[in-house]
């Protein structure tokens, strides 16, 4: 089974480019783009600020009047938050970036995934090349730089990204994973926060390498059993959460780990069975009727895979769903060979219909 291929793309210090967009007379000032909070004329922060302006010390969250000190004598431009414009700009650069993935992910205003691996057919050299096309492009047609991380996960690709910018392009191949990530404070993994670090300091954890060689009990004692084994699986730079499309907000969804990697139908449709009742109690609140079931499965080697089946007819029945869950492991296992390390459940193309209908029955039945 191939590996995925993923890229995270973050532009450049956003906000402050889009400033320069406008304006390129001030490409070679520092520029500083602020949130003030109005009480006097220098109180608030920095929202973001340009490189030139980080050479001075100046970035998000320092006070604007510390700001205004440090670059003293430059020619520094200072700007206030202009949001509006910014969400301009990213609105025409998403759907750029989006023409070049299998699935994308936006997340924030500046930053996406994009899951590349059929468009490279799984090779990372190609996702390279992939990435230097599509920054040649955005810089062309858009005038804007970005950093990119390229890696077999999302986790790895968002770390690979922030390794190198501005205008940076980091590809980390499945097998460069641990090199890559051990010898990085443990700070940079998502969820360790200061507190954590600090916890982890004083557990001799300093680097991932350190947290990824440190005892998965010994962590979950500390951390509780879902911290501890997220802690555990990131430090080792395993993450399979899929890119996910935001369209598919129009569904429901739920996965879950498996007590073990299995094939047994048993086991799967066991978890399965906890999952739909989850995502029928959503559905019961938002009121809708389904026409497509899908079943998600990721293997040992971390692949996704899924599969879909669109039903007759809309329903909001638990049973149907039950029924056509059962039978897509069913085929599934047939056509799959690896064991199973996750199972997800995940309903869509809503109708309010089913619902309406219903009620309209219940209401008779009632009187
Ligand atoms: N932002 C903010 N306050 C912060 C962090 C960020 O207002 N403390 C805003 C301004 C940034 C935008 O969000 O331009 C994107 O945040 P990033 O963390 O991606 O930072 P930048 O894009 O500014 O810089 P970089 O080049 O490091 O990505
Ligand atoms: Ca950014
Ligand atoms: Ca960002």
Do not use: W
Request: proline share 3%; glycine share 6%.
């Amino acid at each position: 089974m191939q590996t995925r291929v993923i890229m995270l793309v973050d532009l450049d210090y956003f906000f402050a480019q889009c400033e320069e967009l406008r304006n390129p007379a001030f490409k070679d000032k520092p520029v500083v783009v602020g949130m003030y909070s109005g009480r006097t004329e220098d109180s608030g922060a920095v929202s973001t600020a340009n490189y030139v302006a980080r050479k001075y010390g100046v970035k998000s969250g320092v006070p604007l009047f510390l700001a205004k000190k440090r670059l003293e004598g430059t020619e520094a431009v200072f700007l206030p938050v202009d949001y509006a414009f910014y969400e301009q700009v990213s609105d025409k650069i998403m759907p750029a970036l989006r023409g070049f993935a299998d699935a994308f992910e936006q997340v924030g205003i500046d930053e996406a995934y994009l899951d590349v691996t059929q468009k490279v057919q799984g090779s990372f050299e190609a996702a390279a090349v992939l990435a230097q096309k599509i920054k040649g492009d955005v810089r062309n047609q858009h005038g804007l730089t970005f950093s990119v991380g390229v890696g077999p996960n999302k986790l790895v690709a968002k770390i690979a990204c922030d390794s190198q910018k501005p205008d940076g392009l980091t590809v980390v191949k499945p097998g460069e994973v641990a090199f890559f990530l051990s010898p990085l404070p443990v700070d940079r993994l998502i969820g360790v926060g200061r507190k954590t670090a600090a916890k982890m300091e004083s557990l001799r954890i300093r680097t991932i390498g350190d947290l990824a060689r440190f005892d998965v009990q010994r962590l979950v004692e500390v951390f509780g059993k879902n911290l501890g084994v997220y802690f555990h699986n990131a430090a080792s730079g395993v993450d399979d959460e899929p890119v996910q499309e935001a369209g598919e907000a129009e569904s429901i969804s739920r996965i879950a780990t498996l007590k073990e990697n299995t094939r047994d139908l048993a086991l799967i449709l066991e978890k399965t069975s906890q999952l739909i009742e989850d995502v029928c109690k959503e559905l019961a609140e938002r009121k809708l009727g389904f026409k497509q079931v899908g079943i998600i499965a990721i293997m040992t080697d971390l692949s996704v895979h899924s599969r879909s089946q669109t039903l007759e007819k809309a329903v909001s029945d638990v049973e149907v769903l039950r029924e056509t869950v059962r039978e897509l492991f069913e085929k599934f296992l047939v056509e799959s060979e690896l064991e199973i390390r996750r199972v997800g459940v995940k309903i869509s193309h809503f109708t309010k219909e089913e619902v309406e209908q219903k009620q309209l029955t219940s209401f008779f039945q009632s009187t």
